[in-house]
């Protein structure tokens, strides 16, 4: 993509309670981009009109919930990590007019596992709560990691075996949390805690070395990660994922280096 976008857009199902809007305009404003973020609340049965009016804008933007799979669909040139995901979150219009994605969710949860770990150790073994599209971003990061292997813990068998299928890092999969007693890192992939009290898995199920990592963020970061810092564990919530899947859709969109700290800076003030 060369021309700067028509419009930048959020397109989600409901997206009123986004912080991406807050920390992408901060970023736009500090780069003198004379451009707005905006949230688009769009209904599943509309989202197909709604994708061709941005195309005609030449819009690009960020897509979630329930929307990743039906935008790759969509697209005409995904990128490889949004193939091997199956879903796009950062979407944009090419110069010949063909819609175009890539999935940053998966460059958003290896920033925030650096962040929790450090570097990235070799031979880990990684429990994963949760089979949907957020877990299918983890399962294309964690795959690319030297010796690694998965424990993947859903409720619903087909899920949970459809992404044991498509990817070989998954050695086991159950709806048995006892599972994730042998984990070195355990990662919240389900929706479990955004109600600011119920924990995908109790703490005490964890190895005591083992680091945990949700995905969910909300004020005050979750229950699960206050849990495991008081036990002792290294542990983060999913604002910092959230951030740089936003950073690096940004610099897809205009090509220049974006202000991180700037963005994080306006994601926590909206987080707290
Ligand atoms: P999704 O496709 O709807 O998948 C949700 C998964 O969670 C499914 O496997 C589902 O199990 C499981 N689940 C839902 N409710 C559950 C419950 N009460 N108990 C146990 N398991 C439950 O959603 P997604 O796109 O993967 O997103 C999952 C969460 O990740 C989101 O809620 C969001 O908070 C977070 N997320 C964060 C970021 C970030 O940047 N920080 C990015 C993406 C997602 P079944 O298969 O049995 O239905």
Same mark, same amino acid.
């Given at each position: 993509?060369?021309?700067?976008?028509?419009?930048?857009?959020?397109?989600?199902?409901?997206?009123?309670?986004?912080?991406?809007?807050?920390?992408?305009?901060?970023?736009?404003?500090?780069?003198?981009?004379?451009?707005?973020?905006?949230?688009?609340?769009?209904?599943?049965?509309?989202?197909?009109?709604?994708?061709?009016?941005?195309?005609?804008?030449?819009?690009?933007?960020?897509?979630?919930?329930?929307?990743?799979?039906?935008?790759?669909?969509?697209?005409?040139?995904?990128?490889?990590?949004?193939?091997?995901?199956?879903?796009?979150?950062?979407?944009?219009?090419?110069?010949?007019?063909?819609?175009?994605?890539?999935?940053?969710?998966?460059?958003?949860?290896?920033?925030?596992?650096?962040?929790?770990?450090?570097?990235?150790?070799?031979?880990?073994?990684?429990?994963?709560?949760?089979?949907?599209?957020?877990?299918?971003?983890?399962?294309?990061?964690?795959?690319? /990691?030297?010796?690694?292997?998965?424990?993947?813990?859903?409720?619903?068998?087909?899920?949970?075996?459809?992404?044991?299928?498509?990817?070989?890092?998954?050695?086991?999969?159950?709806?048995?949390?006892?599972?994730?007693?042998?984990?070195?890192?355990?990662?919240?992939?389900?929706?479990?805690?955004?109600?600011?009290?119920?924990?995908?898995?109790?703490?005490?199920?964890?190895?005591?070395?083992?680091?945990?990592?949700?995905?969910?963020?909300?004020?005050?970061?979750?229950? /699960?990660?206050?849990?495991?810092?008081?036990?002792?564990?290294?542990?983060?919530?999913?604002?910092?994922?959230?951030?740089?899947?936003?950073?690096?859709?940004?610099?897809? /969109?205009?090509?220049?280096?974006?202000?991180?700290?700037?963005? /994080?800076?306006?994601?926590?003030?909206?987080?707290?």
């Amino acid at each position: 993509m060369t021309a700067r976008p028509g419009r930048l857009v959020l397109l989600g199902h409901p997206v009123r309670h986004s912080l991406s809007p807050r920390f992408q305009n901060a970023a736009l404003d500090v780069l003198g981009v004379p451009l707005r973020y905006e949230a688009l609340d769009v209904a599943p049965d509309a989202l197909d009109a709604c994708l061709d009016a941005l195309i005609a804008e030449r819009a690009a933007g960020n897509v979630t919930i329930p929307h990743k799979g039906r935008v790759a669909a969509r697209c005409a040139r995904r990128t490889a990590i949004a193939e091997r995901v199956g879903a796009v979150n950062t979407f944009w219009v090419d110069d010949d007019g063909a819609l175009a994605g890539d999935n940053t969710d998966v460059g958003g949860f290896e920033h925030l596992a650096r962040r929790v770990l450090g570097e990235i150790p070799a031979d880990v073994h990684v429990g994963l709560l949760g089979a949907g599209g957020a877990a299918a971003a983890v399962l294309a990061a964690i795959e690319r /990691w030297s010796g690694s292997e998965v424990t993947l813990v859903n409720r619903s068998a087909a899920r949970r075996e459809a992404l044991r299928a498509r990817f070989p890092v998954v050695r086991r999969a159950t709806d048995d949390t006892s599972a994730l007693a042998g984990c070195d890192i355990v990662v919240n992939a389900t929706p479990v805690g955004l109600d600011g009290t119920a924990l995908p898995v109790p703490v005490a199920r964890l190895a005591p070395h083992a680091a945990a990592i949700d995905l969910v963020y909300r004020p005050g970061e979750t229950a /699960w990660v206050r849990a495991a810092r008081e036990t002792g564990r290294r542990a983060a919530d999913g604002l910092a994922m959230l951030v740089e899947q936003g950073a690096l859709a940004l610099e897809r /969109w205009l090509g220049v280096a974006a202000p991180r700290e700037v963005m /994080w800076r306006a994601a926590c003030e909206g987080a707290s």
